[in-house]
């Protein structure tokens, strides 16, 4: 045996446009709470994993949690204590 027989499986990470009914970002946005000119701004820009399919772009309600989520990391809510 070799030493890479050793090294244990790495498990790719899970794309959030695999998990979940794709959405329109005009149906995301409604869905979420967030504005649809943000989202088809942060679509482009790459931060929110969406695909464009003709002129619409396509997202999950996985993938618009993911980038809340990313959005609060790190933030302080304790800021007029």
Wanted: aromatic share 6%; proline share 9%.
């Amino acid at each position: 045996m070799t030493p890479e027989d050793h090294q244990p499986p790495t498990t790719p990470p899970i794309d959030p446009l695999t998990i979940g009914e794709l959405i329109t970002l005009p149906e995301a946005a409604e869905l979420s709470g967030l504005d649809y000119a943000i989202l088809r701004n942060i679509a482009r820009k790459g931060r929110l994993r969406a695909k464009k399919y003709g002129r619409f772009w396509l997202t999950t309600l996985a993938s618009v949690e993911e980038y809340k989520n990313s959005r609060h990391r790190g933030s302080r809510t304790d800021l007029g204590k």
